[in-house]
């Protein structure tokens, strides 16, 4: 386990209601709305955009100044302490583990297992300022954005585990904290971006004593 380091995000000061703007399906075969020629339009329009924005990974080392940052060390940290969550109930605003939404599961393992204070809603925590990544290009640990009430905009976010998988707190229906895979047709038509959060991690590990 690691020590609590000083944020180095800003915590937003929202109310519980910019929590995770919306419940994950139940099923991964749920029917999504009809795509119109305009969303379509919107959507290659957004996939350009993000293609030339995405981070190379020389970047990603320079964007962290090349310091021996342990982010494997941390990314394993919060999966593992992720895994040992699932089951636990989603809660709409919920923070702990008597019940999480997306963006406060998210929010709890940063905190408790890299020192990271990241902003409390989904709407925030896409806009943190952290590489963005490709999605052939995903690591353990990067944090996915999806776009589950479509017109683009984000309601619901996980964190990548590997070999097409991600962690999150779903919904009610769908058992809370779970394991699903970006490969079902749902969450691949629905996944806006990721970014390499951890990025951003302390530069130093103190384990916990």
């Not at 702990?96 to 902003?119: H, K, N, Q, V």
């Not at 779903?170 to 959060?197: C, H, N």
Request: proline share 5%.
């Amino acid at each position: 386990m690691l020590k609590r380091f000083a944020p180095l995000v800003p915590l937003a000061l929202v109310t519980l209601l910019f929590g995770c703007a919306a419940h994950s399906p139940v099923s991964q075969q749920q029917a999504l709305n009809p795509v119109t020629p305009q969303s379509q339009a919107q959507a290659k329009a957004g996939a350009s955009f993000q293609e030339e924005e995405l981070a190379t990974e020389d970047e990603i080392n320079e964007f962290s100044d090349s310091k021996p940052y342990q982010l494997p060390v941390l990314a394993d940290s919060i999966l593992e302490r992720g895994k040992s969550l699932i089951g636990t109930r989603y809660r709409f605003g919920g923070t702990t583990e008597s019940g999480f939404d997306c963006s406060g599961f998210i929010g709890y393992l940063f905190r408790e297992e890299a020192g990271m204070t990241l902003p409390r809603s989904t709407r925030e925590m896409i806009n943190v300022k952290a590489p963005l990544v490709a999605r052939n290009n995903l690591k353990p640990g990067d944090l996915l954005f999806f776009s589950t009430r479509g017109r683009g905009r984000v309601s619901h976010a996980g964190i990548y585990l590997g070999d097409d998988q991600f962690i999150h707190s779903s919904s009610k229906r769908s058992g809370g904290v779970r394991i699903d895979s970006l490969d079902d047709t749902y969450w691949s038509k629905t996944f806006i971006e990721a970014k390499r959060a951890l990025a951003m991690a302390p530069t130093t590990v103190i384990s916990r004593k």
